[in-house]
């Protein structure tokens, strides 16, 4: 019986569903799957994405643990593909590979200024508030008035966490350097600017209604931006989720304010224009260009411009993903070129044997959690078609890529290893009644996972 020893780089949901659905899958051939990532801990955007107070969200880490915990996937974590391991490193050890690395940096947005002190990338922010290891631990927390570019649900995020009261996180797991960063944050007003209508936004009805249940903050809404037109009037009668949407910013229009010490403003039809800064380069307003809807569900502008003062400026315009040495990409999607999961050669569309996508590195960093099955499936179906154009590894014995990370002295850490961090960072919790405190620093990640004398920072 041909055997398959799979190499799956990337540990987020994308990685640990392909690995599932191929252990279950119908098959002729036996399996054994090594995972690697280049975290010490599994799980991805899960844990480095998903805002801290969306437990319901990051519950989905017990679903995946369990696939984990069957003990039929070897885990590699703290190994990084592209230095750690190279592609020539897998055809040697490996029948094949499915990179499901996800995307972590921001896309870009060109306007003048976005580089400005003072003007930052939700995916740094995101990776900051839930204790990403490679990131700074000090966030600049210092303006008052916060601009968040964007209309889906990673600006809702962002928004949300930089408006509310820090003590109201302090029963998520945020570490304790993002507790005590929020707490001093003098933030009074962040404002949030989306090109489109009310009907036209990104974001889910529950996100949504979340940012009315903020303690000590204000909705505030405009009226010039309600003045619907057909188009829109439309698509609240044909589409629930936008029937909701408008639901909930009517009844917020209804609302008493003028109590609260913060405020959350939605602007719409609002076009970033140029983030403005002052003689010192720092950024000191957000122009825009007003737009109006076209009658067909775009936008056009207007021509005119305005400028709300802020000291801040986060830029929520999506995610982009990261090239991997030796394996093709798509400069201009920020994914592995690729059809259903088999990676192509963009020079000639020919398959890349051996080579496989899936997550967002395959599709492009648009979906949920859940999408990341589906995606999983079709890779995993065409990995078992393809039986007779894998590669033929020279040394597929298991013990040989442990020998080959020892060998380049890489303080790799394994499932057990989790276990003990997951431990220990649940242990670091409980006498302060949380759930969990992350710990952030890589090195003591590792120490703790591999229980060498854990390193005091
Ligand atoms: C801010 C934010 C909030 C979100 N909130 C929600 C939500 O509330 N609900 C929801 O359903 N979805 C949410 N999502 C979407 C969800 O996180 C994604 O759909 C999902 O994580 C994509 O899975 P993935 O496995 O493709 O990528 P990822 O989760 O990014 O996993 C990729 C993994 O690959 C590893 N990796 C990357 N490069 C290398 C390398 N060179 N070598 C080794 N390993 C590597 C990374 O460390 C990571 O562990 C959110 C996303 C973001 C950005």
Not at 437 to 450: A, F, G, L, T
Request: aromatic share 8%; proline share 6%.
């Amino acid at each position: 019986m041909t055997k398959l020893r799979l190499a799956i780089v990337g540990a987020g949901p994308a990685g640990i569903y392909a690995a599932d659905i191929l252990l279950r899958a119908e098959r002729s051939f036996d399996v054994s799957i090594d995972l690697f990532d280049h975290l010490p801990a599994p799980y991805g955007l899960v844990r480095y994405g998903v805002a801290p107070d969306h437990p319901r969200i990051k519950g989905i880490i017990t679903a995946l643990r369990d696939v984990l915990d069957r003990g039929d996937i070897r885990v590699f974590g703290n190994v990084r593909f592209g230095t750690d391991l190279t592609l020539d490193d897998l055809k040697k050890h490996y029948n094949a590979v499915i990179f499901a690395t996800g995307a972590v940096r921001d896309a870009d947005l060109n306007i003048p200024g976005i580089d400005a002190e003072g003007s930052y990338g939700a995916a740094d922010f995101v990776s900051w508030y839930d204790g990403h290891p490679d990131y700074p631990r000090e966030w600049p927390l210092e303006a008052k008035e916060v601009a968040v570019i964007g209309n889906g649900n990673v600006a809702l995020d962002v928004a949300r966490i930089l408006a509310k009261h820090a003590d109201d996180l302090l029963p998520t797991e945020i570490p304790a350097n993002v507790y005590a960063g929020l707490k001093a944050s003098p933030v009074t007003d962040v404002h949030v600017f989306g090109r489109r209508g009310p009907t036209s936004v990104k974001f889910t009805p529950l996100e949504l209604r979340e940012l009315g249940e903020l303690r000590d903050v204000d909705m505030i809404l405009y009226d010039e931006d309600f003045d619907y037109d057909e188009h829109a009037r439309a698509s609240i009668a044909g589409n629930k989720q936008i029937m909701v949407i408008d639901r909930v910013l009517q009844s917020w229009r209804q609302r008493e304010t003028g109590e609260a010490s913060r405020r959350l403003h939605l602007h719409f039809y609002a076009k970033p224009a140029e983030v403005v800064t002052d003689a010192s380069g720092r950024v000191c307003a957000l122009r825009y260009e007003r737009t109006r809807p076209d009658g067909q569900g775009g936008v056009v502008g207007t021509g005119k411009f305005r400028e709300t003062p802020v000291e801040a400026v986060y830029r929520a315009v999506g995610y982009f993903g990261s090239p991997l040495p030796g394996v093709p990409f798509d400069e201009k999607h920020g994914v592995i070129p690729n059809h259903e999961g088999q990676v192509i050669n963009p020079d000639n569309n020919e398959q890349v044997y051996g080579v496989y996508a899936t997550g967002w590195i395959k599709r492009g960093p648009v979906g949920l959690i859940g999408h990341t099955k589906s995606d999983a499936m079709e890779t995993i179906s065409h990995l078992i078609n393809d039986v007779g154009n894998w590669w033929t590894p020279e040394a597929p014995q298991e013990d040989a890529i442990v020998e080959l990370l020892e060998a380049r002295g890489i303080r790799y850490t394994d499932l057990d290893g989790w276990h003990a961090l997951d431990a220990h960072e649940i242990a670091l919790g409980e006498p302060e009644g949380r759930a969990r405190i992350k710990v952030v620093d890589r090195d003591e990640m590792v120490d703790i996972s591999r229980g060498d004398t854990v390193a005091t920072n």
